[in-house]
């Protein structure tokens, strides 16, 4: 029997019958795998605590013939305090929509489950805006699955470039003067300085930069264009709360 211990966080449950949970985990060791956690759903099961969304636990698993099954699990840190607030909550929701859509199952990628726990710990402690936070995760993301931006160089013809007005996702990059801005976005030179550098600054120091409203936003809206384009479907838990603040704001 294939047993396997690895630190994970649940990423979303599912119910499998009347007592049982599908449990889809990002692990450190086997990346992204679903697993059966027997009995989860009644109410004295040892399972109950540690299948709750965000859960970061030590789990013990062992590989059956389709699914992996939950054999036991000891709680690192819960991060149910992410349901206190609903910002949190979906901004949460949203990470792990992210590891989702953007993993295969069971390719592991322990720098992304660093950066995913990193990210968890910094919204738990309140450290920095959590706008900025998913900002530095996208950038993150993208370049530790294979998709990272290029912005010190032109995408079409590699000249080194300072700062650009376009920006390509199809080239992954940012665009010169004399190229081509055919099916580029635009962005102001304020927001590619600040995406320049959350490629470059490690996670526990982006709390130097301070980024205005109007270029998060704007940050938001191109990194959405980029995730859509390179992962499998578009994140849908950043909708609610937009729609949410346009109606109360
Ligand atoms: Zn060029």
Redesign the pocket.
Known sequence: MATFKTPAVVLKTQDLNESDKLVCLFSEKLGKITAVAKGAKKSKSKFLSVTLPFCYCNYVVFRGKNLYNLVEAEVIDSFQVFLNDLNTLTYASYLCELIDISMISEESNRELFKEFITTFYFMKINAVSIELLMRNFEVKLLKLTGFGLNLEH?A??K?KIKSSNYINVEYSGG??N??SKFGSLKISNASYNSLRFLTKVTTDKIYRLSLSDDILKELYEILSEFICHNYSRKPKSLEFLKNFNDSFI
Do not use: A, N, Q, V
Request: aromatic share 0%; proline share 0%.
């Open positions: 032109c079409i013809c000249k665009i010169c004399s190229c």
